[in-house]
Nanobody
Framework: QVQLVESGGGSVQAGGSLRLSCAVF????????MGWFRQAPGKEREGVAG???????SYADSVKGRFTISQNNAKTVLYLHMNSLKSEDTAMYYC??????????????????WGQGTQVTVSS
């Protein structure tokens, strides 16, 4: 059984930084894609960043240059480094994993497994 557990969320002032982590438990697939998504109150879930097993990554335009997605060598922990945070980054952040991977993705439909989320609040 696959389980994704996020951590690292919290409250920070605008301009600050946070690092989110997602621990992966269980066997997913040989080379799954991983991703970070977020959902703010009253808004649809949106893809933030995705990473393929070979390290290729993709980002939403709104976070390019500020957020970085990465994994540990064992592919058991996914990270999201968030810098220059803005109030509009406030949301519940979720990590997700696919069963296969051709290219990094930020589309929800490409992902099968989801964590429970960690809250990020940015105050201006």
């Amino acid at each position: 059984q696959v389980q994704l557990v996020e951590s690292g969320g919290g409250s920070v002032q605008a301009g600050g930084s946070l690092r989110l982590s997602c621990a992966v438990f269980g066997y997913i697939y040989v080379n799954p894609c991983m991703g970070w998504f977020r959902q703010a109150p009253g808004k649809e879930r949106e893809g933030v960043a995705g990473i393929a097993s070979d390290g290729r990554s993709s980002y939403a335009d709104s976070v390019k240059g500020r957020f970085t997605i990465s994994q540990n060598n064992a592919k058991t922990v996914l990270y999201l480094h968030m810098n220059s945070l803005k109030s509009e980054d406030t949301a519940m952040y979720y990590c997700a994993a696919s069963r296969g991977c051709m290219a990094p993705s930020t589309r929800s439909a490409d992902f099968r497994y989801w964590g429970q989320g960690t809250q990020v609040t940015v105050s201006s």
